[in-house]
């Protein structure tokens, strides 16, 4: 389920923690339909009601949302599965040692897709076409749309709710998803690590973010399924969410007083 870090406050124990690395799970409410717009469908707002007058809490005004992990079931294990022909242990150490999350991390603050492979390949020459394709067969890193993310989006757009892009993201990934995937144009604003040149869970990032879209944090509501980035959303003064799946957090946009319904269909 998604679990709520109060702003300000200190942490609240989360069961189960971030999304693991080591599994690929399936997407959530399966593939999204990309050519139904936001103000298409109206939601049942009234049902949301009910539970924020029981909180007594104003709704926030504005949600910030993560796009991996929370829109796009993103995990190179998608790729590498089938690059390394179901051997696992092979894979997981290739992930760990040569394609790394700290050598990812530096494509995520803007160093070219191009130019990291194009270097880690030299130094890995035996590994070379399995390096090269983590730029050239990015996309499928992703096991589609997490389509009842989508439906909440819908709903608060269409509600007039203003929502906003705050992702880690490699600049060259940005600008083939932002044309792939419709709901990308939803938002009101996107804030990308890459093309920012800074990345969450930095305490810089939320600042400059909520600067760049004139928001006030305890206006806000972020969503991620890192904890460690909702942590530094609420050491800025944003209340924030971990995301665990689209039914939780449909649970938990109703009890914080947002117009979406407490349940589709």
């Known amino acids: 389920m998604s679990h709520l870090i109060e702003a300000g406050g200190a942490a609240s124990p989360v069961s189960g923690g971030a999304v693991s690395s080591d599994a690929v799970s399936p997407v959530s409410g399966g593939a999204a339909s990309s050519d139904v717009a936001p103000s298409d469908v109206a ?10 007058a029981s909180t007594g809490a104003r709704p926030p005004k504005a949600v910030l949302w993560d796009l991996g992990g929370v829109f796009l079931d993103w995990n190179p294990r998608y790729l590498y599965r089938e690059l390394f022909a179901g051997d696992d242990a092979a894979m997981e150490d290739f992930l760990t040692n040569v394609c790394s999350p700290a050598w990812h991390a530096e494509q995520d603050l803007g160093r070219s897709v191009v130019e990291a492979c194009a270097s880690l390949a030299a130094e890995y020459p035996e590994q070379a076409s399995l390096i090269m394709a983590w730029g050239e067969r990015s996309e499928d890193m992703i096991g589609g749309v997490i ?19 705050l992702s ?34 930095d305490r810089r990032y939320f600042e400059l973010a909520l600067t760049r879209f004139g928001l006030r944090a305890a206006d806000l509501l972020f969503i991620d399924d890192r904890e460690v980035n909702v942590e530094a959303a609420a050491g800025v003064g944003v209340q ?12 938990e946009l109703v009890a914080r007083g947002l117009p979406v319904a407490a349940a589709l269909g």
Request: with cysteine; charged share 30%.
């Open 168 to 201: 880690n993201m490699e600049v060259e990934s940005w600008e083939k998803r932002r044309c792939i995937y419709e709901f990308i144009s939803w938002f009101d604003g996107h804030f990308i690590s890459g093309v920012e040149r800074v990345a969450k869970p």
């Open 43 to 52: 939601p049942d707002a009234s049902s949301a009601l009910p539970a924020a």
């Open 240 to 251: 924030a969410i971990v995301f665990k799946d689209p039914e939780a957090l449909r649970r």
């Open 147 to 165: 389509s009842g993310t989508v439906d909440l989006l819908r709903e608060l757009r269409a509600a007039g709710v203003p929502c906003y892009a």
